[in-house]
């Protein structure tokens, strides 16, 4: 079974700085994928950025950057110079047999 | 930009009653899912479905669902006999086949049980 784990249920950033959002994982699967979703208020699910297990570099995604390290499964995702729209929940996901399974997200709130 | 749409964006119903929430996956795509995500909880895998039939699905989903794809275009989610923990936003999602990277999501329905 996959389990995703996010252990800040909450985040303030202040406006143009960065900000760190922690993800670990675990699974037995030699090949995995490791997702980032936003979901604003309105509630739709945006996809941010993808993590292949055999990739060999950190993903990124313009302010997006996925920090991560397979030996401690952690997958942590950096987003750069915060804007206000950047106010959301954020859930890491794994991929097993191309189902997700999510954790329990982080809300990020970003301050002017 | 193609997306995967999802009508309607909220259904209100009585206990007991039959919901068919209905989605329209990107029309290249060959897998669609349903997940579900109970207010202020995380999203949670319900079906898998690819080449009419479905691959994988949850404890969630027992025999009060089920999924059909009744056209070429359309992907629904039937609830039999609603619950009050039927409660929740209902999204639906399609991926390419082979493709790993991205599962596209659609806006959601938001489902409410009284």
């Known amino acids: 079974a996959q389990k995703i784990t996010q252990t800040q249920p909450g985040m303030f950033v202040q406006e143009k700085e960065a900000v760190t959002l922690d993800c670990t994982y675990d699974?037995?699967?030699?090949?995995?994928?490791l997702f980032w979703y936003k979901q604003p208020s309105s509630g739709e699910m945006i996809f941010l950025i993808y993590?292949?297990?055999?990739?060999?570099q950190n993903a990124t995604e313009g302010r997006y950057s996925l920090n991560f390290q397979k030996a401690r499964k952690s997958a942590n995702l950096v987003i750069s110079a915060s804007q206000l729209g950047d106010s959301a929940m954020y859930f890491c996901?794994?991929?097993?047999?191309?189902?997700?399974?999510f954790g329990a997200g982080t809300t990020v709130t970003v301050r002017a | 930009e193609p997306e995967v749409t999802q009508t309607p964006s909220h259904q209100v119903t009585q206990m007991g009653q039959e919901v068919i929430l209905r989605c329209v996956p990107i029309?290249?795509?060959?897998?669609f899912y349903w997940y579900r995500q109970i207010l202020g909880q995380k999203v949670e895998f319900l079906v898998s479905?690819?080449?009419?039939?479905?691959?994988?699905k949850s404890e969630i989903f027992d025999d009060q669902f089920s999924v059909e794809r009744p056209d070429g275009s359309n992907f629904t989610l039937k609830i039999r006999s609603t619950k009050l923990e039927d409660s929740a936003m209902y999204f639906c999602?399609?991926?390419?086949?082979?493709?790993?990277?991205?599962?596209?999501f659609g806006p959601g329905t938001r489902l409410t049980v009284t």
């Open positions: 999602a399609s991926r390419r086949k082979g493709s790993v990277t991205e599962q596209y």
């Open positions: 699974t037995s699967d030699p090949s995995y994928g």
């Open positions: 993590q292949g297990s055999y990739d060999q």
């Open positions: 996901a794994n991929s097993n047999d191309y189902k997700l399974s």
């Open positions: 029309s290249n795509h060959l897998y």
């Open positions: 479905f690819y080449n009419n039939e479905i691959s994988e």
